[in-house]
């Protein structure tokens, strides 16, 4: 039983490029989110998908898109990187709403 | 508009003396809290949480109380430990008209110190 996976744990990207971030729970939840991570700010939700097959945005939405590919699989693709997505992206999932996420270990991102 | 607030930064205790970390939340149909401890290099991971009809949540040493009529919640750690040395963050239901879906809001992140 893993829990939460990403994929990579480290990227550096040049402005511009594109890339996409993997995330798969196998806790059978209903729920996933994509988060950033950036000093001071605490965490930030980027994307969420209530239940398969459904995605709506969160707080900081703009530059990303997600794709919630089956129950397990959640991706997030920045299109076109750009130095203010330097940060460290955390996948969560849930049962469902108002329970507690459980946590990937993170992405680090760097665009240059 | 950062509905969810730690304002202490950081924090540094001895062990085996009381932690405190606090949080201030603005949006007064919040009904369930949460902390969540994060190490470096590792996601967060849940700590405890307290609904709004309970004033205190209790787990081993982790204490969560939370005062509606000033909407403010805290954290005791008693008694604490190096190992407790960490961000702690408070996190609530995200809620935008409607239901949440399980998404939350967090505070800042407080770091926690403790010295042996």
């Known amino acids: 039983n893993a829990g939460v996976t990403q994929t990579p744990k480290f990227q550096v990207l040049k402005t511009g490029q594109s890339m996409t971030l993997q995330c798969a729970q196998d806790m059978n939840h209903n729920s996933m989110y994509w988060y950033r991570q950036d000093p001071g700010m605490g965490l930030r939700l980027i994307y969420y998908?209530?239940?398969?097959?459904?995605?709506d945005k969160g707080e900081v939405p703009n530059g990303y898109n997600v794709s919630r590919l089956n129950k397990r699989e959640f991706s997030l693709r920045l299109e076109s990187a750009a130095p203010s997505q330097t940060s460290v992206y955390f996948c969560?999932?849930?049962?469902?709403?108002?329970?507690?996420?459980?946590f990937g270990p993170g992405t680090r991102l760097t665009v240059l | 508009d950062q509905q969810v607030k730690q304002n202490s930064p950081s924090l540094s205790v001895q062990e085996g003396r009381i932690s405190i970390l606090n949080c201030d939340y603005t949006n007064s149909m919040f009904d369930y809290f949460l902390w969540y401890k994060k190490y470096p290099a590792e996601g967060p991971t849940f700590l405890i949480s307290?609904?709004?009809?309970?004033d205190k949540n209790e787990d081993g040493r982790f204490t969560v109380f939370l005062n509606k009529s000033a909407k403010h919640l805290s954290l005791h750690i008693v008694p604490s430990q190096p190992g407790d040395s960490a961000v702690y963050f408070c996190a609530a239901p995200f809620w935008a008209g409607g239901t949440s879906y399980g998404k939350l809001t967090f505070g800042q992140g407080t770091i926690l110190t403790v010295h042996p």
């Open positions: 307290i609904s709004s009809i309970k």
């Open positions: 998908s209530a239940s398969e097959g459904t995605t």
């Open positions: 969560a999932s849930s049962v469902s709403r108002g329970n507690e996420q459980f």
